[in-house]
């Protein structure tokens, strides 16, 4: 029997399916809605508020820290567990925005951002360690999947509502808003236990001697860690030029640009939901090269940015794409180690999806600049392929069994 090839999906005679839902997982929603409520309605708003003169400083600034909580996550989950940090990212995401607009100085505006960054990208560390231990491992991607969605939907309302707001009740009820949102979440947080023994140690912070935490280096230099972000790393890439450019290229007027965002956002959320279910069956690592090569066939038709029908139908295969890659190679991950490192690889994935979108917003200007909206859409389109390497030796290195990732 090959060791490495990817098991037979159970039948449910055998092996029933456990149940999804739980009641610290249901609480789990309330800190995943309170933060992203909290980081988004003031997304857009704060940079509205603070100017032409503060707006880049402000948003570079929270950007900045949100990676620099991502880093710094697995080591503050490997000494506190998850609880403690998830708790205190609330925190640092809700208090400083209850004192935001005290003053509208651009230093103010940015420390104010420098500390809710921070905060924000603890509790993806953490908050993302916490959903992986109180979803059952046979149903990880359905439930990463459902957790994506119950976060996906406020972040879609919230960024809109928080200009919206800002200009009918005014800039300071928003902050307000955004402040109680995260606090708010913070009582529910000492209820989140694993009622499994097997990832009891997430929730308290220690393994028993049993397995130790992977370190951020030793999971890049892991292949079974490396591979999967490189590849999902490519499609953020593609989605942060998706969301950045696209309305440029369009003409306003015409709304085409908008509802091409709805439907790509839509179609992500839905494929991201089918990955999940598709992989708990038959193992997520059969759609790590489909999603890269669906995301780059959906970029690259965008190539015909004078035709709606294109682009919409660009955008749907573009989400499509995405969102099989963000459940396939989390899901993945998280196969890939012990709960003792479920921070680790929160914070590995995280990195992908904001770095790679950063990156692909900023390089595809220089590009576009060059070559043209059209080109620059084809040629990225092209360069994601550069990710199929890894993506194929991931698939023939091995598969969904437990591969645990040694320090």
Do not use: K
Request: a positive charge.
């Amino acid at each position: 029997m090959n060791p490495t090839a990817e098991p037979t999906a159970p039948t449910a005679a055998t092996t029933p399916r456990p149940p999804l839902l739980s009641r610290a997982l249901l609480l789990r929603f309330v800190s995943v809605v309170g933060s992203t409520v909290s980081f988004f309605l003031l997304l857009s708003a704060v940079p509205e508020h603070a100017g032409r003169g503060g707006a880049g400083l402000a948003t570079g600034t929270l950007m900045l820290s949100t990676v620099l909580g991502e880093l710094a996550g697995p080591r503050i989950l490997g000494r506190y567990g998850s609880r403690g940090p998830l708790a205190a990212g609330l925190f640092l995401l809700g208090a400083p925005a209850l004192v935001l607009p005290l003053s509208d100085a651009p230093a103010w505006t940015a420390a104010v951002c420098l500390v809710r960054g921070l905060g924000f990208g603890l509790t993806m560390v953490a908050g993302g360690a916490l959903t992986a231990a109180l979803i059952p491992a046979e149903r990880r991607g359905e439930g990463l999947a459902l957790v994506g969605l119950v976060g996906g939907v406020p972040s879609l309302l919230a960024l809109p509502l928080g200009i919206w707001l800002a200009g009918h009740v005014g800039y300071a009820p928003v902050a307000t808003a955004a402040g109680l949102a995260a606090l708010a979440a913070i009582p529910t947080v000492p209820a989140l236990r694993s009622a499994r023994r097997g990832q009891a140690s997430v929730s308290a912070g220690a393994d028993g001697g049993r397995a130790v935490a992977v370190g951020m280096v030793g999971a890049v230099r892991a292949g079974g860690l490396r591979r999967p972000t490189v590849v999902f790393g490519a499609t953020a890439v593609a989605a942060g030029i998706l969301v950045t450019f696209l309305p440029l290229a369009v003409p306003r007027a015409s709304g085409v640009a908008t509802a091409a965002l709805l439907v790509q956002s839509t179609a992500s959320t839905a494929a991201r939901w089918a990955a999940g279910r598709y992989g708990d069956r038959r193992g997520s690592s059969r759609l790590v090269v489909p999603g890269l090569l669906v995301s780059a066939a959906g970029l690259s038709a965008l190539t015909a940015i004078s035709s709606p029908v294109a682009v919409l139908l660009g955008a749907a295969v573009f989400g499509t794409g995405f969102g099989i890659a963000q459940n396939a190679t989390l899901t993945l991950m998280y196969s890939r180690v012990s709960a003792a490192s479920y921070g680790t690889v929160s914070a590995l994935w995280n990195l992908a999806y904001d770095g790679g979108m950063g990156v692909g917003a900023a390089g595809f200007g220089l590009l576009a600049a060059h070559t043209g909206y059209a080109w620059g859409f084809a040629l990225t389109g092209l360069l994601m392929l550069g990710a199929l390497g890894p993506a194929v030796r991931d698939r023939r290195a091995g598969a969904d069994h437990h591969d645990p990732v040694h320090p």
